[in-house]
């Protein structure tokens, strides 16, 4: 009976140790990144806004098949929804399973003649719930080196769309 209370008593006492150490994480995590590009900013429009070009520059939709349901994307195991556009900036929804949904959001803005910076960012908000704060963690690997590749072939794209 002793081995008993100690084992509910020590499983009590860490559970309370990792929901104290979650908090210190927050709430609301953002993972972005930034490129240069040489483009238009209608041709930055064009490739960022319309889920349909993604294919040609987003790598992992090469390899899923995307479906459309009303104004919604499924691809794989993830929904995509535009939620506003404007002449600078694009929004999304984009909820994969088993996670909290991201506000996707692509910004161009022009710093000299010709040359744009394509700021894309995640945003999540997560719950005080422990597994949620501790897998936040992640996003930045994760999702911060998935972002560069996916700028970089979208710059080699525009490079090539302004050759032509």
């Known amino acids: 009976m002793r081995l008993l209370k100690l084992i509910i008593i020590s499983l009590f006492v860490l559970g309370a140790i990792v929901t104290s150490i979650s908090a210190l994480f927050p709430s609301t995590v953002m993972v ?16 960022t806004s319309d889920l349909n070009e993604w294919n040609k520059w987003m790598s992992d939709w090469k390899e899923n098949k995307a479906i459309w349901k009303d104004s919604t994307l499924y691809i794989g195991t993830q929904t995509i929804k535009l939620v506003s556009k404007s002449d600078s900036s694009v929004t999304f929804d984009w909820v994969a399973t088993g996670q909290r949904p991201y506000i996707v959001k692509f910004e161009w803005f022009p710093t000299q003649n010709g040359i744009y910076v394509i700021h894309w960012s995640f945003e999540q908000h997560v719950k005080w ?20 590749l996916e700028l970089a072939n979208l710059r080699d794209l525009l490079l090539q769309d302004i050759n032509k």
Do not use: C, D
């Open 32 to 47: 972005s990144r930034a490129m240069e590009v040489g483009a238009t900013s209608q041709q930055i429009a064009h490739y």
């Open 129 to 148: 719930y422990p597994w949620e704060k501790f897998q936040t963690l992640l996003n930045e690997k994760v999702l911060g080196y998935k972002m560069e």
